[in-house]
Nanobody, 115 residues
Framework: QVQVAESGGGLVQPGGSLRLSCTASGSIFSISVMGWYRQAPGKQRELVATVTRGGSKNYVDSVKGRFTISTDNAWNAVYLQMDSLEPEDAAVYYC?????????WGQGTQVTVSS
């Protein structure tokens, strides 16, 4: 099995930056894709960014040029660098790992963007 846990959320002013971290444990070798999703109040959870073991990265249009997804060399952590944050980016951010046995989700970390 695979477990993931997020950290790094918080309060930031518009235009500011935050870096989210997600640590994976368990059968890390079985992970093929890691990603970040977010869910704002009253809205559906949406994909923010994903990265594959092959290095392919995908971003939702609204964060392109502002957010960067990356992993460490051991592929046991995935990061989301968020720059030029906007109030619309406020949400609970979830880490996601796709692996041989399915999909694992973290508990989420709150990101608040407000002056």
């Amino acid at each position: 099995q695979v477990q993931v846990a997020e950290s790094g959320g918080g309060l930031v002013q518009p235009g500011g930056s935050l870096r989210l971290s997600c640590t994976a444990s368990g059968s890390i070798f079985s992970i093929s894709v890691m990603g970040w999703y977010r869910q704002a109040p009253g809205k559906q959870r949406e994909l923010v960014a994903t990265v594959t073991r092959g290095g392919s990265k995908n971003y939702v249009d609204s964060v392109k040029g502002r957010f960067t997804i990356s992993t460490d060399n051991a592929w046991n952590a995935v990061y989301l660098q968020m720059d030029s944050l906007e109030p619309e980016d406020a949400a609970v951010y979830y880490c996601n790992a796709r692996h041989f046995n399915g999909i694992s989700w973290g508990q989420g970390t709150q990101v608040t963007v407000s002056s």
